[in-house]
């Protein structure tokens, strides 16, 4: 007998009414996932004559189940139209994805956001999610560190108790991770903000449906609504620092563009790169904070739809964008 490993876990996900084929729909995570099942508990009381008369019951169509997972970004390569290994897990949380003649986009969505399953492996053992996926997301992107993703799926699950099923054996991705650098380049309205570090949220609104019916019944969370808001944490220069109030009070619609794995000159390499853009971004608050002397600002920015997608990430065919 042996203690189970963490460190042999494996996600398989896709956005999909039924769950994924490992090793087909593998999600290279870099953390282990760890899935601990909630139980629905009702609690009664049994009256007897004596004291400690309660009793508690489980709802074992009910039990649900939370987990982290966090991938990271990397190049595409040679295939402009590749579908990132990220995509399906940007899916759940709330994005479409798009393949054009030689890029791949991911963009928000405005309409309903379709569920996702999930196959997850611990050192021998499956837990199962099936049509029942949504998630919160979060992009970090800070200088001197792997761009990565970060997200919590939650749903209800096929069962409770684990199946033990050997883990499959999976290929990892040849690409390059993207490591955020002084290369890189972030711009408001145009203007280069030199940056430390850029987090991305989706803080969605999620709502459970539960009902009576069997096979005709609801059991699900949705994704009703969210808010994609962004970070952005720099020095602050003397001239510049009237310059966030100023946008505040004004109301001012602006367009932020990212690069993230940028050639010498700033400028995106296909199948390498990392382009997103906001066209609609609205400073809404800022953060001042001390750091050893200086003066740091985190500015932060609700991202609105506006003709296209609130924030649209694209790979492939980076070059020119």
Do not use: W
Not at 140 to 154: C, D, E, M, R, Y
Not at 193 to 206: A, D, F, H, L, M
């Amino acid at each position: 007998m042996s203690t189970v490993l963490t460190e042999r876990s494996a996600l398989f996900l896709r956005q999909a009414p039924t769950a994924p084929t490992p090793p087909a729909n593998f999600v290279e995570t870099n953390k282990p996932i760890l899935v601990t099942p909630t139980f629905a508990k009702i609690s009664t009381n049994r009256m007897n004559g004596a004291m400690n008369a309660q009793d508690e019951l489980i709802d074992l169509c009910r039990s649900k189940a939370s987990f982290t997972a966090g991938v990271d970004m990397r190049a595409t390569g040679a295939n402009m139209t590749a579908v990132p290994e990220y995509a399906e897990l940007m899916k759940v949380c709330g994005f479409n994805g798009v393949a054009s003649a030689d890029t791949y986009d991911l963009g928000n969505t405005v309409a309903s956001i379709p569920h996702g399953s999930a196959q997850v492996f611990l050192d021998g053992h499956k837990f199962t999610f099936t049509d029942t996926l949504v998630g919160a997301m979060t992009m970090n992107f800070v200088i001197g560190q792997v761009a990565n993703i970060s997200t919590v799926l939650s749903g209800y699950i096929d069962s409770e108790v684990p199946t033990d099923e050997t883990n499959p054996k999976v290929a990892l991705n040849p690409e390059k991770a993207l490591v955020v650098s002084c290369m890189d380049i972030v711009s408001y309205d145009g203007t280069v903000i030199p940056t430390e570090s850029i987090i991305i949220k989706t803080n969605p609104q999620i709502a459970e449906s539960y009902t009576m019916g069997g096979a005709s019944g609801i059991k699900q969370n949705t994704i009703t609504n969210y808010s994609l808001t962004m970070d952005i944490k720099f020095p602050v220069e003397g001239t510049e620092y009237g310059e966030a109030s100023k946008a505040i009070r004004d109301g001012d619609i602006k367009e932020i563009r990212i690069v993230i794995g940028a050639d010498s000159a700033g400028k995106p390499v296909d199948g390498e790169s990392v382009v997103i853009k906001c066209d609609a971004s609205k400073m809404v608050s800022y953060t001042d904070s001390d750091n050893a002397g200086l003066l740091d600002r985190v500015l932060s920015f609700r991202l609105f739809d506006n003709t296209k997608p609130a924030m649209v990430l694209t790979t492939g065919k980076t070059s020119g964008l």
